[in-house]
């Protein structure tokens, strides 16, 4: 990094473009890597991150442009050949192999360089050591945590000599503590001269990481710049253009009439692992939204289960709706009172992967005149769907296109779209932001605030606690199964909320009368 | 009972467990690459006629066995083009190749139904066959059978211990992950699915030149479906499949031992106890989600292409 002018860059792209059918991934990109620099490709979903990374490790190959590897020009033909040059890649969606163990699945990448297994394992424990990643060698795969998977992949990279390291968005599956630790990683192998290519959008972690960042939005380049020199907003702003609104603040509001009323709602939870739910009383009044704050397994599950339908209460009179209490009725007559739910998980029961929007948008839409006399209005459901997709921005070809292939945070869009469409009287989100891109976040966001101005009663439930302050007009918060007492956003803080999540759900009495004394 | 009796049983269930231990071998070679090929039952019937018929005309039973495998193969490239090469459907493909493999074989030996050869006789090894109760099940058998215990052992080395092998294993459960790692995954499965088909040709042929010299119309009797049972049975492990064969190789010859000692019990009650004790384990298996998921290879018939 010193004497840029005088040694060419590790990597250089030049005019990288790589059109597939209905879209153009990426079109004509730049971009240059130092040696020993991370460098950060940021953009949302769909911008094109993906597809130019793939470029680089030979799994696509791109219709036009040429790549220079310390200022030669490279045919990267395959993966085998990427990793011969030093080039290594730590996947999104993990490519282990589940049965094997730890030096299994790291010979298999290596081919005829890996050596007996012993060896093999043995060189592992040494760089997992040299980087601080602890890891047992002879462990199966299916055994480790996704943390532990992701030290898996990235040993997997250094046990052979590396000069370039791609992560792709490798923090979505961490907790804070995790990213600390792969943070000083990446910074002990960027000294040593390693490049780091970064793939990600949370900005904070491009500011708190990165030397430089390039900016990807629509598949074309939008700026490049000192990510510590600029603030999230105005990374923000490179990443989703001129026209999408990033608004951060709305204004709160007071709830009327409560519409979903919990009194004293007890359930031993089914799962052996799971959380029972202890006496959990609170409203939901019409025209508000109240969030519910807690780190994931204090029984989150176990109140949208119970809340949804899904799981079946003892007391049937422990949830009510205003004209009776609904414990003992189905998800489908909860729905057709009112009710709309948008589950955590998208793929699997938020929509089915394998059908087509269309089909995905009749599933919860059913009741809204999609059929009649019990055969389907295709017309009717095709015009459904082609709506969601038009109003909440869906990026997708058409109403024929397969769930699966939606990112997630498109996905997520089209499932609360789905939802709100049918004008629910209640509408309750689990996570419904969860690794979802800044634009589809803030979408989502206004969609949520749009349907409370209607007089919607809304329940969100989220490990967000900065979304939650941001939307929600009370908020609580869930822990050990029990549920905080709920204040008006304004008057409680972040700290008071984690106090909640932590199982303390005391008054701060004490610092009151220390104050007075 | 006698023990020359018990020695004798030993014997006839190895002997009977042969070709279903070959073509087992053969097909979970194949499954753990991801590839279920339902057409063993016609690669098994084609290796047979077609062994039958060189062998007859030739006067030579290695070259007999020599097109057996050489026909199991073929078949099997048929397999490959259709459910690797056009990714179609792997179920309706190994059904259409069991259809087929019936048919065409029925009508290469039609001229051939009944016509005798001389079979591959049994070489006792000196010694070691004298050994009381097993040296008769294991060292008084016929070429084929010795060549069976090396498949076995070669096959459950593999597995264990090539790196070859880690690559099947890595193929049939993640493909994409196996891709984007620089595994050739089509190779693989092609070169899996041909040893398949080369393995149900071997038995073929050992059924018609060696078990019961002679061709007859489907000759296998459904010996290729319960291969396809005994690997799900074997829960996809190399020494299951082994004890596998040999115990649905005696269940196949019980009736004959209840006869000679004087119990009823009709055939055909005996003739599913494979397919009973297959289903029990399949129950058994999938009684634990994770154990299950574990144990089958997790892509398995799962069409792959590199671009998706």
């Not at chain 1, 390291?165 to 503590?177: C, F, G, K, M, R």
């Not at chain 1, 359930?267 to 969030?291: C, K």
Request: glycine share 10%.
């Amino acid at each position: 990094m010193a004497e840029p002018h005088i040694t060419p860059p590790r990597l250089t792209l030049r005019g990288i473009t790589k059109t597939y059918p209905g879209c153009v991934a990426n079109d004509a990109i730049d971009l240059s890597i130092e040696a020993a620099e991370i460098h950060a490709l940021l953009g949302e979903n769909g911008a094109g991150k993906s597809t130019l990374m793939k470029v680089i490790y030979g799994l696509v190959k791109p219709d036009q442009g040429e790549l220079l590897w310390d200022g030669l020009p490279i045919d990267v033909r395959d993966p085998a050949h990427a990793r011969k040059l030093g080039i290594g890649m730590v996947f999104q969606h993990f490519s282990l192999f589940e049965t094997l163990t730890v030096t299994e699945n790291i010979a298999l990448a290596l081919g005829e360089d890996a050596g007996d297994l012993p060896s093999l394992a043995e060189r592992i424990s040494a760089v997992s050591q040299k980087y601080g990643m602890a890891l047992n060698p002879d462990r199966e795969v299916h055994t480790l945590s996704v943390g532990e998977r992701q030290r898996v992949e990235i040993v997997r990279c250094l046990v052979q000599p590396i000069k370039l390291l791609i992560l792709d968005e490798p923090t979505s599956v961490l907790t804070p503590q995790e990213v600390e630790t792969l943070f000083v990683t990446l910074r002990q192998l960027a000294e040593e001269g390693c490049s780091i290519l970064f793939i990600s959008h949370k900005l904070n972690e491009v500011r708190a990481l990165c030397h430089r960042a390039t900016i990807l939005r629509a598949g074309r380049v939008s700026g490049e710049c000192v990510p510590t020199e600029e603030s999230s907003e105005s990374l923000a702003r490179m990443m989703v253009g001129d026209d999408t609104p990033i608004s951060t603040d709305y204004p709160k509001v007071q709830g009327q009439e409560p519409f979903l009323q919990v009194r004293g709602l007890t359930r031993l939870s089914d799962d052996p692992f799971g959380v029972d739910l202890q006496a959990i009383s609170f409203d939901v009044q019409a025209g508000e939204i109240l969030g519910i704050a807690g780190v994931a397994g204090n029984g989150q599950e176990e109140l949208l289960g119970a809340l949804s339908g899904e799981d079946e209460v003892d007391n049937h009179d422990a949830i009510h709706f205003p004209h009776g209490a609904v414990g003992h009725l189905s998800p489908r007559e909860r729905r057709a009172a009112g009710m709309a739910f948008v589950p955590e998980e998208r793929l699997g029961r938020g929509a089915v992967p394998d059908m087509s929007l269309k089909d995905n948008a009749l599933l919860t839409g059913f009741l809204t005149g999609l059929v009649k006399r019990g055969l389907i209005a295709h017309g009717k459901t095709r015009d459904f769907a082609e709506q969601i997709i038009e109003r909440y921005r869906v990026k997708t070809p058409g109403t024929e296109t397969h769930a699966a292939s939606l990112s997630g945070g498109n996905l997520q869009k089209f499932i609360i779209g789905r939802e709100i469409m049918q004008q629910p009287k209640l509408l309750i989100a689990a996570h419904p932001t969860w690794g979802v891109d800044i634009g589809a976040a803030t979408a989502i966001h206004k969609a949520l605030i749009e349907l409370r101005d209607q007089g919607a009663a809304i329940l969100v439930v989220s490990e967000d606690i900065d979304e939650l302050f941001q939307i929600s007009d009370r908020i609580g918060a869930l822990c050990h199964g029990r549920l905080s007492p709920i204040k008006a956003t304004p008057q409680t803080s972040i700290n008071e909320v984690g106090r909640w999540m932590a199982g303390d759900f005391s008054e701060p009495q004490a610092t009151a009368e220390t104050i007075s004394a | 009972m006698d023990i020359d009796l018990l020695s004798n049983i030993l014997y006839a269930m190895v002997r009977t467990g042969t070709p279903l231990l070959l073509v087992a071998l053969g097909e979970l070679v194949c499954e753990k690459s991801g590839v279920l090929n339902l057409g063993q039952e016609g690669m098994l019937l084609m290796g047979a006629v077609v062994g039958f018929v060189a062998a007859l005309l030739s006067g030579s039973l290695m070259l007999g066995f020599l097109l057996a495998i050489l026909a199991g193969v073929a078949m099997s490239l048929l397999f490959g083009l259709i459910a690797l090469g056009f990714s179609a459907n792997q179920v309706a493909t190994g059904l259409a190749l069991t259809i087929f493999g019936t048919g065409l074989s029925a009508f290469i030996g039609s001229e051939f139904v009944g016509k005798p050869i001389d079979g591959l006789d049994p070489i006792a090894l000196p010694l070691l066959s004298e050994i009381p109760l097993i040296g008769k099940m294991l060292f008084a058998q016929d070429p084929v059978v010795y060549l069976s215990f090396a498949l076995f052992i070669a096959v459950y080395w593999f597995f264990r211990s090539s790196r070859p092998g880690l690559v099947v294993k890595a193929v049939g459960e993640n493909p994409h992950a196996a891709n984007a790692i620089g595994l050739p995954v089509m190779r693989t499965r092609y070169l899996a699915v041909m040893f398949g088909g080369a393995m149900a040709g071997l038995a073929g042929g050992y059924l018609s030149i060696a078990y019961t010299p002679l061709w007859v119309e489907n000759m296998s009797a459904g010996r290729g479906w319960i291969a396809l049972a005994l690997v799900v049975f074997a829960s996809w492990k190399v020494e299951r499949v082994l004890l596998g064969a040999w115990l649905f190789g005696l269940a196949s010859i019980l009736h004959l031992v209840f006869q000679g000692l004087g119990f009823s019990i009709s055939s055909n009650l005996l003739a599913i106890l494979p397919y009973a004790a297959t289903i029990l384990v399949l129950v058994l298996l999938s009684r634990n989600q994770i154990r299950a998921r574990l144990l089958a290879p997790i892509s398995l018939g799962k069409p792959f292409h590199a671009s998706s």
